[in-house]
Every structure is written in structure tokens, then in C-alpha cells.
């Protein structure tokens, strides 16, 4: 079973104008996106992940005990994380649900405590990698961060929202000011409503 590049879900040019240009995503959606299916299909052909879910791919190939996984899991993985993060973001705004702003304030304090964190996961990650909005098994909501490809997924918990700092993520619209991306992110382009709906 061969995993395909999905569609995005609107118009290369439909972010631009919340500062996700249209270059930004034919890089990053049409050839680093497209890599990890690619590369993914060819590393799981003919071996015992060749026909199981992305999902059992992920959590069976993450090994916790390694600083660098393996070419299985980190394709698999990023192919994985990309296809969350085109549906996290949209081009309407969207007012956060308030069912999601409960459970925010909840457990940070205030959504804008919870930006905060965020953002500074975000930036604090050293080189590349994700910064993600979490629910635990206890059904609390947590901010975490990870390297490279990994996700909530090996830590048994359930991404809500997650947002790729790899630099081929905001280089062309934001040059070296992740931090700037983060908040443009946070304000401009999540779909909250997508986010409620992974509760």
C-alpha cells in the first residue's frame, strides 16, 4: 500500500495574504512534502511496514532510546506531520470554539498563556523540528516540542495543533525570525476549528 502526496486543501496562493506565501508552499507542500512520500514508499517496500498505517509505522519504527531514528520513521513520520499541518491552517478565520478555548484556559490559564508557551517552544527548539499543542492520555492539554520528525504520537498523545520549524517552514517569508512566524502563525493562520475537532 503506497501513501500519497494529499492535496492541499485550498489554493497554493490562499495563505499568502496572512503571510504564508505561495513559493513558501510549493516548496514546502509540492517537493520537501512529496520527498517524505517518496523516500517513505521506498523504505517500507518489502518490508514488514510495507501494508500497516502510517500510525503503526510511526509508533513502531520511534525508537526513544536513539538521537537519530531511522529512514523509515523519519519519512514516514514527516509525511505524517505534513499531512496535519495543511489541515491545521486555513484561509478563513476562524474564531477559536469555545469548547477548545475552555479546555485551553483550563490548563494553561489564559489563551494567551498558552500562546506564550507555544511560541516559545517553538523557538526554543533547537535546530529543526515541531512545537505541538497536546492532549494527554489524562485528557490534559499540554505544549511540547520535538526534534526533527517526531511527533505526539510516539508519546502516546493526541496532536491538537502542531507547527514545523524546520526552516524551509518560513525562510522565504520570514528570513531567520522564527519567532516572528510562530506569532504570525498563532494569529493569522491556525484553523481553530480543526483544532477543536481533534479533541
Excluded at 47 to 72: F, H, L, P, R
Excluded at 145 to 151: F, S
Aim: net charge negative; with cysteine; hydrophobic share 40%.
Amino acid at each position: 500500500m503506497a501513501f500519497e502526496l494529499p492535496d492541499l486543501p485550498y489554493a497554493h496562493d490562499a495563505l499568502a495574504s496572512k503571510g504564508m506565501s505561495a513559493e513558501t508552499l510549493e516548496f514546502h507542500h509540492d517537493l520537501h512534502h512529496n520527498a517524505y512520500v517518496t523516500n517513505g514508499n521506498k523504505a517500507i517496500e518489502g518490508t514488514e511496514w510495507a501494508d500497516k498505517s502510517m500510525e503503526e509505522i510511526i509508533v513502531g519504527t520511534y525508537d526513544a532510546s536513539a538521537v537519530a531514528q531511522n529512514g523509515i520513521f523519519n519519512n514516514i513520520s514527516q509525511l505524517w506531520n505534513h499531512n496535519q499541518f495543511w489541515e491545521m491552517m486555513g484561509p478563513d478565520s476562524s474564531a477559536m470554539p469555545g469548547e477548545l478555548e475552555k479546555a485551553i484556559t483550563e490548563s494553561f490559564g489564559s489563551v494567551d498563556e498558552f500562546k506564550s508557551q507555544f511560541s516559545a517552544a517553538g523557538a526554543g527548539q533547537f535546530g529543526s523540528g515541531w512545537c505541538w499543542l497536546v492532549k494527554d492520555a489524562d485528557g490534559g492539554l499540554k505544549v511540547t516540542k520535538t526534534e526533527n520528525g517526531v511527533n505526539p504520537l510516539c508519546f502516546g498523545q493526541t496532536a491538537l495543533l502542531g507547527c514545523d520549524v524546520w526552516e524551509h517552514s518560513y525562510y522565504i517569508d520570514f528570513r531567520n525570525k522564527r519567532p516572528v512566524y510562530l506569532t504570525n502563525f498563532l494569529d493569522n493562520l491556525v484553523n481553530w476549528e480543526n483544532v477543536a475537532s481533534r479533541l
